[in-house]
C-alpha cells in the first residue's frame, strides 16, 4: 500500500510539472511579444525642489550630491539604450549642484548631458546648459577646464541651435569671455594659446576692439609661455599694425625689466602682490606721485610709464 501511495505522489508530481511547463511554453510567446512592445515613453521626477532636498540631506549634502549624480549617469546611459530623452536631467543637475555648489564635474559635463541625447535637443536645453555652465564658472572662478569647454560650448557648438542673429552674436561674445577668463588661468591644456587667439578673435568681430587689446595685453602680463607671447603679440601686429604691436611689447618688457631689476627670484604672481618698489623719501609730495618710480601699485606705475610714452621708464631704486 505504501508503495502504491508513493508511486501515485510521484506521478502526480510528474504529471503537475509537465503541465506547468507546457503552461509555460503555451503562455511565454505571447507575454515575451507583449512585452517587447511595451514602451516607457515619459519619466517621472521623484525628488523635491534642490532646496528641500538640501534639508532633507540632514547635513550629508556632499555624500548625497555624489549618489545623486552617478544615478545622473546611469539614467543618462540607459536612456541612450532605449533611445529617448532624459527628459529630467537638467533637474538632478541643478540639485547636485544646489548640494554641493563646488562639484566641478556635474558643470563640466551639464552642456553634454543635456544636449547630447538620442534625439534632437531643443532650444532650451542649450539655454538650461549656459545657465548651469555660468552658475559653475560663479562658483569655480579658477577652474580653467571649466571656463575653456564652457567658452567652446557657447561660442560654437550651441549657435547652431539659437534663433536670431543677435542672440547668436551674443552666446558668441559670452563664449569668448569664458574663454578669454581660461587664458589668464595657469593650466596644462596646451590648446590654451590658440583658444586665446579664437577668444580674441570673436571680441574683434563683435566690434570690441578696445577689449581685445586689453584682454591680450593682460595675456602678455600674466603668461610665461613664448608660445602664448608669440600668437598674441602676432595678432595683435595683424590687427592693429606694427607700430602699435610694438607699443604693446614695450609694455610688456617694461615690466619683466622692472621685475628683473627688483626682484627677479620671486614668481610673477608674488612681484604683483608686492607692487612695484619706490623710495618714500624720494617720492615725497603730490608731483612726485605720477613718477614710475614712485607708483605704489602696477597699475599706477604702468599708467605713470605710459604718460611718458617715448620715454623709457626709469628704474626704481632699491629696496
Known sequence: MRSSSRAAGTLAGLAAMAAAALGVALARPRLAARFHELRVTSDSYGLPSPERTVVASLGYRAALADLLYADTLVAYGLHFQERRRFEFVGDYLDTVSALDPKFATPYRFADTLLTLQPVKPRYEDYVRARKILERGMRELPYDEQLHNSAGQFMAYLAVSALKSDEERAEWRLAGARALQRACELVGDNPNIPYHCITAATLLTNA??????????????????????????????????????????EQRFLRFHDAWGKDLGFVSRGVLLIVGPRFDPARCAGLERALEPGCATTWADWSRAADARSGAAAPSPPAR
Do not use: C, H, I, W
Request: glycine letters at 8%; zero cysteines; charged letters at 35%.
Open 207 to 248: 566690434g570690441k576692439r578696445e577689449a581685445m587689446v586689453q584682454f591680450l595685453e593682460r595675456l602678455l602680463a600674466v603668461s610665461d609661455d613664448p608660445e602664448v607671447r608669440k600668437l598674441a603679440l602676432g595678432y595683435l601686429e595683424q590687427q592693429l599694425g606694427n607700430t602699435q604691436r610694438e607699443e604693446v
